[in-house]
């Protein structure tokens, strides 16, 4: 790999693959000179921050999208071959997992929309997928993506906090939409205004308070799964600076532990989006 | 550049410390429960496994954040 100390290869391992545009005049990492603004894949972890905001990290995205074909193509090809009386294999596991999320969802969901539950299977799944990428050996497909030529890869998009803002920035609208949409634009006022203190003098300590733990659910949901999985990363990348032969040792425990983990993740950001469109759909 | 390794330190100690005590508590309540009202111990796993998960999340960010500080800022 393109790394001869400790720290450039742990640097290296947690720089996406970045596409965008350098400015008119930018000097790259190899001396050369930008003529004009131009579009192009970043090859130093200095021109992935240089090229700002509108940068995309090509990886993070064709990775979940990957993933989400894989979900999508995988249930539909289950569905078409549906066999009555005792499913066997993979049919076995598609209806475990649907069971499981119906569960959830029953248990969990109190009002009615027919949205919740597709949405809470695709997010389950979804996650779970793009989890478990984590335990393909970190070197494996970014030697395969250097030897086509491409400087960085980073195979887990959970472990980039651009994909799961995405998805939790996503649940907040919808739990903005449902909120207007069940208590109407008045009630949803009055849940905010008058929550917890209900008199009138308390409404701008109320707003404050509501406001924050309205906009706090989507950070600590996102924040919450890109933290354990950019933690176990690093660690599997710390793991992977050791010598080979002693390597097992520490990579098998923490490889077992995080079967546990992805699982969990994928699990816990399942049950908060539906408690929290639970508590979206609830009227007084 | 040692008050880095402190800080590091101090990020997983604390972290350790605010995890091991909330484990305790959720683990020691949930075999109370179960022992006390044996046919909801199936509802009792599933909700303690999301408290789990929810405590296990602040320990794990403060140890990535610490072997970042440790390896990257420092190193």
């Not at chain 2, 140890?63 to 390896?71: E, K, S």
Request: charged content about 10%.
């Amino acid at each position: 790999m393109a790394a001869d100390t400790p720290v450039e290869y742990i640097k290296h391992h947690l720089t996406n693959l970045t596409y965008g545009k350098l400015p008119e005049g930018y000097e790259r990492a190899d001396g050369s000179v930008v003529q004009e603004a131009t579009w192009t894949f970043a090859r130093t972890g200095q021109e992935a921050t240089d090229m700002g905001f509108m940068a995309i990290h090509v990886d993070t995205l064709g990775w979940s999208i990957a993933m989400g074909i894989l979900f999508l193509g995988l249930f539909r090809f289950v569905a078409n071959r549906v066999t009555e009386g005792t499913p066997s294999g993979l049919q076995n596991l598609i209806e475990m997992t649907f069971e499981f999320v119906q569960g959830i969802v029953r248990d969990v969901f109190h009002g009615k929309n027919p949205l919740i539950a597709p949405l809470a299977l695709t997010i389950f799944v979804w996650i779970l997928l793009m989890n478990i990428l984590k335990l393909i050996p970190i070197d494996y497909i970014p030697s395969i993506a250097h030897a086509l030529g491409l400087e960085y890869f980073k195979i887990v998009p959970t472990t980039d906090p651009n994909a799961t803002f995405g998805m939790s920035i996503g649940v907040f609208l919808l739990i903005l939409f449902y909120s207007f949409k069940v208590k109407g634009v008045s009630g949803f006022s009055k849940e905010l205004a008058f929550n917890p203190f209900n008199h009138w003098i308390m409404i701008p300590f109320n707003l404050l308070l509501e406001i924050l733990a309205l906009i706090i659910k989507p950070i600590s949901l996102a924040l919450r799964l890109f933290g354990n999985m950019y933690a176990g990363e690093v660690v599997f990348i710390l793991i992977a600076l050791l010598p080979l032969w002693i390597q097992w040792t520490l990579n098998v425990p923490w490889a077992i532990f995080h079967i546990l983990v992805i699982p969990l993740q994928a699990f816990i950001f399942t049950v908060l989006t539906v408690v929290y469109l639970s508590a979206a759909h609830e009227d007084h | 550049m040692e008050m880095v390794f402190i800080a590091a330190a101090l990020i997983i100690g604390l972290g350790a410390l605010g995890a091991g005590i909330g484990f305790g508590l959720l683990g020691g309540k949930l075999l109370e429960s179960t022992a006390r009202q044996p046919e909801m111990a199936n509802q009792l796993q599933t909700k303690a496994f999301i408290m789990a998960g929810l405590l296990d999340a602040v320990p794990m960010i403060g140890v990535g954040i610490a072997m970042y500080l440790i390896f990257v800022v420092a190193g």
